[in-house]
């Protein structure tokens, strides 16, 4: 009777927890001031030199024989800035990515075909919005650049191919709102509640000390380590200490440390966003395209200017729930500098007006389901901004989960329809029909 009577005051104090702790408002959590820096660098090599083969031919008094030499080689480097201040979110993006191949040919009765292909990608993103007061107005600049190169040579000088495209745009713009991160006050609440499940914690957390837990939680994820052991051994125990400074746990044993180091581990993976934005924004922009192997007419140059209009709406609904949505109004015009195909028309317009939603169900760390969808109204023409005859219309809808049944049993799947129709204002042409559906379905069991 005493066992069933502590195990029923155990139930009910975990249920009570669980409800407060299902009350919290995500959205109260703001990001602390932070910097993170991140370079990620990557470089593989490998050869081969395939045997031969030989194939006796009818019409040929030798054997053919085949051998082919193969040297590869690709890397990425990339970099990530992000930063969080009352008056500043801003990030940064470079990457600089390429792969080259080498292919030997070497036949008989037939002329050798050597060739080799050199890939290489250089890109920069930044994005800053400065704010200027607590009710968040905020002006907002997003340069962009791009540049890549491409070639293949062969031993026949004439078949070369060689490209070069650059592209480099400037946003500017301003708006009202701020949106925030918050899946580290997700990952607070699932921490304190692993404790509960294990009868570790002494005492329920206030939403005081769970704002200052998630503070911690930000400010441990984004210091910089070079060992990621040592990094999880600092992290461990920074939150140790916190819940031994403020009474929340006393004892510890191995449910205590097992179950902390489960939850840090896997508790904030999942995205969480929080609050409501308008930006309009207009983007001049450029375009080059050049063929380096042709002579004459071998370049495509554009220049371009668009304009955005949209608002975004991210809502935490609860520890589980999410909910999102978004609209907006798009156009752009292009200017045709030059062109390799002399069709082309000298303008260009595209309009399109847009709205979007999803809701996300995150019952725990490992098992998800997302349901979004998306629907446009699009104009296209080469002859003024809005063409009464070049309407089309589509429709997005994308859903996916992944459940995790049981250690033994987990089951995941994605599904999408697209739907779009051309001409849809147009009585003098007949409406065309795109449609899409693609699923795929995964079932994972361990039989052992």
């Known amino acids: 009777m005493k066992h069933f009577i502590s195990l029923a005051a155990w139930l009910i104090s975990t249920q009570i927890t669980f409800a407060q702790t299902e009350k919290i408002n995500l959205s109260d959590y703001k990001l602390p001031e932070m910097k993170r820096h991140r370079l990620d660098f990557f470089f593989q090599t490998s050869g081969e030199?395939?045997?031969?083969?030989?194939?006796?031919?009818?019409?040929?008094?030798d054997t053919l024989t085949l051998k082919t030499d193969l040297f590869t080689g690709e890397y990425n480097l990339g970099y990530s800035y992000y930063r969080n201040s009352p008056k500043i979110q801003s990030s940064v993006y470079a990457r600089s990515l390429g792969n080259f191949s080498k292919i030997k040919q070497n036949r008989t009765n037939y002329y050798p075909q050597d060739y080799s292909d050199l890939n290489n990608y250089l890109s920069f993103d930044y994005d800053i919005k400065y704010f200027f007061s607590h009710s968040n107005w905020f002006v907002n600049s997003v340069p962009h650049y791009s540049l890549s190169y491409y070639s293949r040579n062969y031993n026949d000088e004439n078949t070369d191919s060689k490209s070069i495209y650059t592209r480099a745009?400037?946003?500017?713009?301003?708006?009202?709102?701020?949106?925030?991160?918050?899946?580290?006050?997700?990952?607070?609440?699932?921490?304190?509640?692993?404790?509960?499940?294990?009868?570790?914690?002494?005492?329920?957390?206030?939403?005081?000390e769970m704002i200052e837990l998630s503070t911690l939680i930000s400010q441990l994820k984004n210091k910089r380590f070079f060992?990621?052991?040592?990094?999880?051994?600092?992290?461990?125990?920074?939150?140790?200490s916190f819940f031994?400074?403020?009474?929340?746990?006393?004892?510890?044993?191995?449910?205590?440390?097992?179950?902390?180091?489960?939850?840090?581990?896997?508790?904030?993976?999942?995205?969480r966003e929080s609050g409501k934005q308008v930006l309009f924004s207009i983007t001049p922009g450029y375009n080059f395209d050049k063929n380096l192997e042709?002579?004459?007419?071998?370049?495509?140059?554009?220049?371009?200017?668009?304009?955005n209009l949209s608002f975004v709406s991210k809502n935490p609904i609860s520890v589980k729930w999410q909910g999102d949505y978004g609209f907006g109004l798009n156009h752009e015009y292009m200017k045709r500098l030059r062109q390799q195909n002399e069709n082309l028309e000298e303008k260009s317009y595209y309009s399109s007006i847009f709205a979007s939603g999803e809701i996300g169900f995150f019952?725990?760390?490992?098992?998800?389901?997302?349901?979004?969808?998306n629907i446009g109204l699009i104009?296209?023409?080469?002859?003024?901004?809005?063409d009464k005859e070049n309407y089309s219309a589509g429709l997005e809808i994308i859903t996916s989960a992944y459940y995790y049944i049981s250690e033994k049993l987990r089951v995941g799947y994605n599904i999408s329809f697209r739907n779009s129709k051309n001409g849809i204002f147009n009585s003098n042409v007949e409406n065309t029909?795109?449609?899409?559906?693609?699923?795929?379905?995964?079932?994972s069991y361990a039989i052992f």
């Open 433 to 443: 029909y795109n449609k899409d559906f693609n699923y795929n379905v995964t079932l």
């Open 49 to 61: 030199n395939s045997s031969s083969y030989f194939i006796t031919d009818d019409f040929n008094q």
């Open 379 to 386: 104009n296209r023409s080469d002859e003024k901004v809005l």
């Open 227 to 240: 060992d990621s052991r040592k990094q999880k051994e600092a992290e461990l125990v920074a939150l140790d």
């Open 294 to 307: 042709e002579e004459g007419n071998n370049i495509n140059e554009d220049f371009l200017m668009e304009y």
């Open 244 to 271: 031994v400074d403020k009474g929340i746990v006393e004892e510890k044993s191995i449910q205590y440390f097992t179950g902390l180091e489960d939850m840090w581990s896997y508790g904030g993976s999942q995205l």
């Open 363 to 373: 019952p725990n760390t490992r098992t998800y389901f997302t349901l979004n969808s």
């Open 169 to 208: 745009t400037v946003g500017f713009g301003g708006g009202k709102g701020r949106i925030e991160q918050v899946q580290d006050f997700r990952h607070a609440i699932l921490l304190i509640e692993e404790l509960e499940k294990r009868s570790v914690s002494k005492r329920n957390v206030s939403e005081t």
